[in-house]
C-alpha cells in the first residue's frame, strides 16, 4: 500500500512569516512529487513539481526534497491570507500511471 | 492550450437513482485521464483511471463504474445510487507522454438524499 502523509493542521501562521508544510512517502520508486494548493469547495491546482533531490524555487514557493529520507516539504515565504488553503502533497506511482496524494494540510495565514 | 470540462457542478440525487457523470478534456491527444472522490474531511482516492479509449483500470471496487468512450471523454456512472456516494468528484488529465502533475476539473459535487 502506496501512502502519502501529511500532518492535518491547521498550520497557523501570521502575515508575513514563513509556512513550513511537510510530507512523506512510502515509495522508494517514486521519482516526481507534486504540491497542489486547494481552496474551500474548490479542485485542487497544481503549484510546484520536484524530481530531483534539493531545492526548487518559484516565486514565494519553495520545494525540498530529500529521497534517501523519503520526505518532500513546502516552504512559502511571505505568507498571505490569500495563501490560505488545503495543501496536498502528491506523489508518482512507480509505474508512473497514477498519483498518490496525502490528505493534506490546511494552512491559515492569519492579517 | 489544453482545457478540462467537468459537469455538471453540483448534483442532489435520491438513494437508488442512476449517476453519469461527464468530463472531456480539449487540446490535447490520448490523454491519461482520471476520476477522484474527495470525502468530506478525507483525502483524494482514486476511483479510476484510463491511458487509452475503451481501457479502464479500477482502484477501488464499488458500484461505480467508468467508461472512455473517445479519446477525450471520461464518463463516470452508477446504476443506484448509495448515501456513501456521496462527495466531491473529479476528473483529471495528464500528458501521456510526459510526467508532469494532473489537471484537474471543476468538480462535481454529488449529494446524495
Known amino acids: 500500500q502506496k501512502e502519502v502523509e501529511q500532518n492535518s493542521g491547521p498550520l497557523s501562521v501570521p502575515e508575513g512569516a514563513i509556512a513550513s508544510l511537510n510530507c512523506t512517502y512510502s515509495?522508494?520508486?517514486?521519482?516526481?512529487f507534486f504540491w497542489y494548493r486547494q481552496y474551500s469547495g474548490k479542485s485542487p491546482e497544481l503549484i510546484m513539481s520536484i524530481y530531483s533531490n534539493g531545492d526548487k524555487e518559484d516565486g514565494r514557493f519553495t520545494a525540498q526534497l530529500n529521497k534517501a529520507s523519503q520526505y518532500v516539504s513546502l516552504l512559502i515565504r511571505d505568507s498571505q491570507p490569500s495563501d490560505s488553503a488545503t495543501y496536498l502533497c502528491a506523489v508518482v506511482n512507480s509505474g508512473y500511471s497514477t498519483l498518490t496524494f496525502g490528505k493534506g494540510t490546511m494552512l491559515l495565514v492569519s492579517p | 492550450s489544453q482545457t478540462i470540462h467537468q459537469w455538471p457542478a453540483t448534483l442532489v440525487q435520491p438513494v437508488g437513482s442512476p449517476l453519469s457523470l461527464e468530463c472531456t478534456v480539449e487540446g490535447t491527444s490520448n490523454p491519461n485521464l482520471y476520476w477522484y472522490r474527495q470525502a468530506a474531511g478525507r483525502g483524494l482516492q482514486l476511483l479510476f483511471y484510463s491511458v487509452g479509449i475503451g481501457q479502464i483500470s479500477s482502484e477501488v471496487p464499488q458500484n461505480l463504474s467508468a467508461s472512455r468512450p473517445q479519446d477525450r471523454q471520461f464518463i463516470l456512472s452508477s446504476k443506484k445510487l448509495l448515501l456513501s456516494d456521496s462527495g466531491f468528484y473529479l476528473c483529471a488529465w495528464r500528458d501521456s507522454n510526459r510526467v508532469y502533475g494532473y489537471t484537474f476539473g471543476s468538480g462535481t459535487r454529488l449529494t446524495v438524499v
Open positions: 515509495d522508494r520508486g517514486s521519482q516526481s
